[in-house]
T-cell receptor, first 111, second 113 residues
């Protein structure tokens, strides 16, 4: 089955700096890679996703890059703000067409 | 996302009690999931259902059971609750036709004393 590993588990940055979270996956057939954000005490919500036919996707301050050869994808947040503080999860689909989630990254943005 | 609701939102129960967590959705999705989240940890899949007649175990199904009463309803039961089942439980839905995006409910915080 799919194995998704996410690093780092915690990340602390100064407000205004960039943050990068990386995930690797094992199933070379995977073709959809979402990122979810979970604020404290709330539900995970999709913030951006990418399909395997593109290498990068941007949405304002967030971007996701995909390297299918190396089987890894990354979330990039630029000009971080305190409201970016949350837990971020990556995911990849397995053979059963379900998502396997990474272990999560706790991002702390210090004012 | 108000389209996926969970009841109760918080529950405190005693060891050995039977408890049911309920999930309802108005999104018309065919797939529903139950996840467990422990503090500082990620999402672990308990059970999932691809349609009303389909129930599948996830990675941590021991001690849990589920019922898919209708396309819109998916319940999780703890037959005899134990303290290490204290966790945050999320229901989620997805549509087979729409990527793999999952929509999560607000969560149920369960404490077993």
């Amino acid at each position: 089955g799919e194995n998704v590993e996410q690093h780092p588990s915690t990340l602390s940055v100064q407000e205004g700096d960039s943050a990068v979270i990386k995930c690797t996956y094992s199933d070379s057939a995977s073709n959809y890679f979402p990122w979810y954000k979970q604020e404290l005490g709330k539900r995970p919500q999709l913030i951006i996703d990418i399909r395997s036919n593109v290498g990068e996707k941007k949405d304002q301050r967030i971007a996701v890059t995909l390297n299918k050869t190396a089987k890894h994808f990354s979330l990039h947040i630029t000009e971080t703000q305190p409201e970016d503080s949350a837990v971020y999860f990556c995911a990849a689909p397995n053979a059963g067409n379900m998502l396997t989630f990474g272990g999560g990254t706790r991002l702390m943005v210090k004012p | 996302d108000a389209d996926v609701t969970q009841t109760p939102r918080n529950r405190i129960t005693k060891t050995g009690k039977r408890i049911m967590l309920e999930c309802s959705q108005t999104k018309g999705h065919d797939r529903m999931y139950w996840y467990r989240q422990d503090p500082g940890l990620g999402l672990r899949l308990i059970y999932y259902s691809f349609d009303v007649k389909d129930i599948n175990k996830g990675e941590i199904s021991d001690g849990y059971s589920v019922s898919r009463q209708a396309q819109a309803k998916f319940s999780l039961s703890l037959e005899s609750a134990i303290p290490n089942q204290t966790a945050l439980y999320f229901c989620a839905t997805s549509d087979t036709r729409d990527n793999y995006e999952q929509y999560f409910g607000p969560g149920t915080r369960l404490t077993v004393t």
